[in-house]
């Protein structure tokens, strides 16, 4: 499965940016979806996660209240709004499908090219 990210730019803090994530010819519906980030000389960590119909959603403590996934199954994305993001969010972005549910990099088997998100104070 070969995912595709977007989205990404620099935007100022308090502003708002949206990501974006779909994979050509194949439908996104049946992974369990998720979004990371890694900042320069840190690990990749997690962002949020979206179930397989959109229903139950999971946030890291540090964007929840200001950032929400979501997805579109009949669009075949799923996205990642962001909300007065803050300059500690400034990382590289990326989505990844998993046919489990999980909330670590490890238990995702697929993933996308990642994008830049830079936020300036």
């Known amino acids: 499965v070969q995912l595709q990210a977007s989205g990404g730019g620099l935007v100022q803090a308090g502003g708002s940016l949206r990501l974006s994530c779909v994979a050509p010819g194949r439908t996104l519906s049946s992974f369990f979806m998720g979004w990371f980030r890694q900042a320069p000389g840190k690990e990749r960590e997690f962002v949020a996660a979206?179930?397989?119909?959109?229903?139950?959603?999971y946030y890291a403590d540090s964007v929840k209240g200001r950032f929400t996934i979501s997805r579109d199954n009949a669009e075949n994305a799923v996205y990642l709004q962001m909300n007065s993001p803050k300059p500690e969010d400034t990382a590289v972005y990326y989505c990844?499908?998993?046919?489990?549910?999980?909330?670590?990099?490890?238990?995702?088997?697929?993933w996308g090219q990642g994008t830049q998100v830079t936020v300036s104070s």
């Open positions: 979206i179930n397989w119909s959109g229903g139950n959603t």
């Open positions: 990844a499908a998993s046919s489990r549910y999980g909330l670590t990099a490890f238990e995702f088997d697929y």
